[in-house]
């Protein structure tokens, strides 16, 4: 429905050299190791933004999910991240000029910076409710509205905040003011809670109700001056009401409607402004809002915030990290560059350069390790599920209504193939001649041909296999629905069911070792066997979040990731996992790593991300090391001062791995070699333990 995106926002209110020593350490630490991990689609990032402000015609920032914080200072033309001190939704941002300004979020987060944003910090707002709309007239009086009739006030530039009485149990998305005494609130969710307006004359020590009958949800409002007003209503259908005086009465502008999904009003002057939502509509007016013109977007991804500093320089953000610039009055928009936005269910990489990402219709290619991407062609119109490369040349993409699609020329060409009617989710290569495909109904194909030819074999299950993988050509597994697991160990011609303890959906397994073998699904699942089935353990994941992807490079190094982009990793076969910090809260659906230091990921809405570790070896630590005691403080790891050699303690932000491995942070227990001084000749002391 048109709607649906600002139904999501409203939804989501229910609900970042000296000598050296060894280190000995029992941290299990937020983010493992030292790789980082990028957005390579949609770009710069992918994850929904809420607000976006611009200072100037060349500074400016957006927020979003994720804890996403973006800033430029080029006009847009490139955008860099900057670190939130939470990890909550960011919905709303101001500035009172280019180094101060304020973020707002879920769970009451609110942040402000003094230097442009090189650096964030939490005050206490006093709520646990999410936060929509910030406002500041000046650099002092402020306010803040979210869910539940909150609104919050600050006088001393948001340093501390304080609540005001606003009448309404209803969740207020917009807040505007003129000056520190005139303001106007909107809200309400649609079809669950009634649209409200409130109006104060006192900087929010009254606020009185400017209720209307509309059945819709007020979701953005914008004044020139007391009098002069718009307010964007969400509904079937939307439309945008005006006042001339002051919220007394207010007026359909047109009384046509819009189609539904307004999110976002601007207005620059009491003549010209714009309107943003569903879809990628952007609408203009000239008159005052009497008469709206449809400006094209080149988007159909659903808009949250539209702002205009003037009459021709304007931004549009939205979901999936939909950025969009004009310099003529949006008579021209220019989205910022993505391959796709479609979800992206699959990718396989064959070496650091040359992969494939599948979903929707779409089989996607790159040469240069996911920097740029290439569309191929396949004839396909329905969507594809799962890739299979075993060289450059040489794969096979599976889909629904038994498709098959397989080249020998790197994808510039795909031959296909109908193997029935049965779903495939799933297929599986050992070498170019032998595969095996999965799907619905326990269906079970094997091919020897490289997929020209496929031949169904008997499962034992008429359950949904969602996975497949194997060890070498002889021994493999199968799994899906209700924790179905069955297992070959003769290439396919026979397969016995396996008992998986759990009758939780398994939707990934990957085969880790000659016979280690690690399942994942539903409400955090995670299995393990070593004897090639015979028994499976349940693993703690310490999450309920279902799991889309599995990867191991060995038996004792590998990733599982899926729901709101989770993505754990463990260096012990499991033992322990520790989150990544990958930067998305968007679903995750597979996944592809080379070995320990390069993997990519792909999701939800076209999310592509890369991961590389760069970390450099040292030689002949051991011979160079001692071993001390460490204490842990706010994140940081300290050596007592007490330690040979040290008069003070110092944080411990990185150091290598007794194999040479660079770590920048200390992800889990174990030996680690630390640099003996900060490198600055600074010295800190110890704050803890």
Known sequence: ????????????????????????????????????????????????????????????????????????????????????SSQSTLNSCCFSDSVTGWIVGDSGIVQKTHDGG??????????????????????????????????????????????????????????????????????????????????????????????????????????????????AANGIP??????????????????TGFPAGLSSCCFVNSRIGWVAGSGGTIEYSNDGGATWTKQETGTTAGLHACRFRDSLFGWAVGEAGTMLGTVDGGKSWKLQS??????????????????????????????????????????????????????????????????????????????????????????????????????????????????????????????????????????GWAAGLTGTIIHTDNGGRTWIPQASGTTRDIYALCCAGSQTVFAVGQYGTILKTVDNGATWTALQSNTSKTFHFCRFIDPQRGWVGGENGLVLSTSDGGATWTRENVGTVNYIYGGCFLNDRMGWIVGEKGAILKYVDNGAAVKNVAAKTRAVKQYRHAGLAFVPSKSPGFKKAFPVSGGYTVTGRRCNRIPAAGVYCVPRDRGDGKETSRRGR
């Open 338 to 475: 993505d391959i796709t936005r479609q979800w992206l269910y699959t990718c396989c990489f064959v070496d650091s350069l040359r992969g494939w990402a599948v979903g929707g219709n779409k089989i996607f290619k790159t040469r240069d390790g996911g920097t740029t991407w290439e569309s191929q062609e396949n004839g396909v119109t329905t969507g594809l599920y799962y890739c299979s490369f075993v060289d450059s040349t040489t794969g096979c993409i599976v889909g629904p209504y038994g498709i098959v699609l397989r080249t020998t020329d790197g994808g510039k060409n795909w031959a296909r193939r109908t193997t029935g009617s049965n779903d495939l989710s799933c297929c599986f290569f050992t070498d170019p001649h032998n595969g095996w495909a999965t799907g619905s109904g326990g269906r079970v194909l094997r091919t020897h041909d490289m997929g020209d030819t496929w031949t169904p074999e008997s499962s034992m299950t008429s359950s949904w296999l969602f996975t497949c993988g194997f060890a070498d050509s002889q021994t």
């Open 238 to 255: 939307s439309s945008i009401l005006g006042t001339k005086n002051g919220g007394q009465t207010w007026v359909s502008k047109p009384d």
């Open 118 to 231: 090189r650096t964030w910090t939490a005050r206490q707002s006093g709520t646990s409710s999410h936060l929509y709309s910030c406002a500041f007239p000046d650099g002092q009086n402020g306010w803040a509205v979210g869910n539940g009739g909150a609104i919050l006030y600050t006088n001393n530039g948001g340093e501390s905040w304080a609540p005001q009485h606003s009448e309404t149990s209803v969740s207020l998305l917009s807040c505007c003011f003129v000056d520190p005494r005139n303001g106007w609130v909107v809200g309400g969710r649609y079809n669950i809670e009634h649209p409200v307006m409130l109006g104060t004359n006192d900087g929010g020590t009254t606020w009185t109700l400017q209720n209307r009958t509309d059945i819709a949800s007020y979701t953005s409002c914008v004044f020139m001056d007391t009098q002069t007003g718009w307010v």
């Open 1 to 84: 429905m048109a709607f649906t995106h600002v139904r999501k926002r409203t939804e989501r209110m229910k609900t970042r050299l000296g000598k050296t020593f060894f280190l000995v350490t029992c941290i299990i630490w937020p983010y493992a190791f030292a790789g980082t991990w990028t957005w390579q689609n949609p770009l710069p990032q992918g994850n929904d933004l809420w607000d976006v402000r611009f200072v100037s015609p060349a500074v400016g920032w957006a927020v979003g999910s994720g804890a996403t914080i973006l800033k430029t200072e080029d006009g847009g033309a490139t955008w860099l991240p900057q670190q939130s």
